[in-house]
């Protein structure tokens, strides 16, 4: 791994904890304006200082944050359908000379393993690690699953190593019990979770804590942070448990604190 990847991944994943706190805010080049995302820069502003990582597409990054704002870019790079279509046909949307304009740290893009368009998917994974691979630009494969797609250890374990084989620095994927054979899976190569629908907040803080303590390198988070009734609150107990070791239970006193 040459030297500019190395230290993209360290803004990432941040080397005092080896852990990283993604937020995730990609969420309308599919959904739209979907809830807590109509205004992008009004959700995301109070909550930059405690994400190690934003995700998020170019338009986006482009009308809603202030160039001024310390926080890496993960670039979502892959689209071309909605809610209303069959998700797993997507494509390449940016570019790579693109994604070096915006400054990102980091691109992504999602694989379909089952799905109908799979080998389409794989292939854009594919270009991308050759295109991050040559300026030095780590690329994060996220496990997508379709509607009937079941998700044990079994199904993500094999669709994360399959982004292994192809090259990915970084591989998000849902937690699920024996999550430790989905990490398995992925040698060193780290794994993140993402947060999916909005859980009771309780819930989703035992979901970061059972992923850590199995070995996720942390979290892709988005509803369940600004879908919260205190997201400022959730994102700090997030925190806490993924960089500081906390339990559950000091986490959730976090949240609610906050949330007073």
Request: charged letters at 25%.
């Amino acid at each position: 791994m040459n030297w500019g990847m190395k230290n993209r991944l360290s803004r990432i994943i941040k080397p005092a904890s080896g852990r990283c706190v993604m937020l995730a805010v990609d969420h309308g080049y599919f959904q739209g304006p979907t809830t807590g995302l109509t205004d992008i820069g009004k959700t995301v502003e109070p909550l930059l200082q405690y994400a190690d990582a934003l995700m998020i597409t170019r338009g986006a990054v482009r009308n809603w944050i202030d160039p001024a704002a310390e926080i890496p870019i993960i670039l979502r790079v892959s689209g071309g359908q909605s809610i209303l279509k069959e998700l797993s046909n997507e494509i390449i949307t940016t570019n790579i000379d693109d994604a070096i304009r915006i400054n990102a740290s980091a691109i992504t893009c999602s694989v379909y393993i089952g799905g109908e368009y799979e080998k389409q998917t794989i292939d854009n994974l594919s270009k991308l690690v050759d295109e991050g691979e040559k300026y030095g630009i780590p690329v994060l494969a996220v496990t997508a699953v379709g509607k009937e797609m079941v998700r044990d250890a079994r199904y993500l374990g094999l669709a994360s190593r399959i982004c292994v084989e192809i090259g990915a620095h970084i591989v998000k994927t849902y937690y699920t019990e024996n999550f430790e054979k989905v990490v398995a899976a992925c040698g060193n190569v780290p794994v993140v979770i993402a947060g999916g629908k909005k859980l009771p907040e309780k819930e989703a803080l035992q979901m970061t804590y059972n992923a850590v303590s199995d070995g996720a390198t942390g979290v892709d988070m988005g509803r369940n942070i600004f879908q919260s009734d205190s997201p400022v609150g959730m994102i700090q107990a997030v925190r806490a448990i993924v960089h500081e070791g906390k339990s559950l239970d000091e986490a959730y006193e976090i949240y609610e604190q906050e949330k007073e």
